[in-house]
């Protein structure tokens, strides 16, 4: 069974642009969620996709946003990238009750 | 929300001797706590994990040990080696399923 999958791999922004993150969870999970990764914060969490719906928010601004696809592919989204915003994006797929997570590779952004 | 402590940062073993790296959280209501080991360009893969109705769960060397009293729990490698050598991060949900992590161990088995 394939794992998870997260386009691009690595990626280099400016300073006020915005960037799309893309994830393909395992087959069958219905559970996306997105986790940002520095060496100052750690892994936090950014929000979760069940069935096309957020059902989980963490305490990140409005910047970041996020949408899942009926096929349970989600994306997610920075608008107005500011320096702090570098960082590995996790993202991670489980069955329905949104435990027993497993991680993607990450997307490694770099903001300039 | 949930609060987890992680021990030690840094762990350094000898090959073929045990770790424990031990979390502590604080929302008394989680009931699922999983171990993750993330390696040098990788994203974290989850290792082992415990429900809250269990005390213990082993799989091969490695084991996890829940004290829901203390509020506690801890993961167990024996007979480690060099392969081992990673950053270890325990996490536990909150009430509303948001998962927060531990600060990370960083796992070094010395051949």
């Known amino acids: 069974k394939a794992g998870v999958t997260q386009t691009p791999r690595y990626l280099i922004k400016t300073r006020g642009q915005q960037v799309t993150l893309s994830c393909s969870p395992i087959s069958g999970h219905r559970s996306v969620s997105w986790y940002q990764q520095t060496p100052g914060q750690g892994l936090q969490f950014l929000f979760e996709y069940f069935s096309e719906t957020q059902r989980n928010k963490g305490n990140f601004p409005g910047r970041f946003s996020g949408r899942q696809f009926s096929n349970s592919r989600s994306e997610m989204n920075v608008s107005t990238l500011e320096l702090g915003d570098s960082a590995l994006y996790l993202c991670?797929?489980?069955?329905?009750?949104?435990?027993?997570?497993?991680f993607g590779p990450g997307t490694r952004l770099t903001v300039t | 929300g949930e609060n987890v402590e992680q021990h030690p940062s840094t762990l350094s073993v000898q090959e073929g001797d045990s770790a424990v790296i031990k979390c502590t959280y604080s929302d008394s209501a989680s009931n699922y706590f999983p171990w993750y080991k993330q390696e040098l360009g990788k994203g974290p893969q989850l290792i082992i994990d415990i429900r809250s109705n269990v005390g213990e769960k082993k799989d091969q060397r490695i084991a996890v040990t829940l004290n829901k009293t203390a509020k506690h729990f801890s993961l167990h490698i024996t007979e480690t080696q060099p392969e081992d050598s990673a950053v270890y991060f325990c996490a536990a949900p909150n009430t509303g399923n948001q998962f927060y992590f531990g600060t990370g161990t960083s796992l070094t088995v010395i051949p």
């Open positions: 991670a797929s489980s069955k329905q009750d949104g435990y027993e997570q497993y």
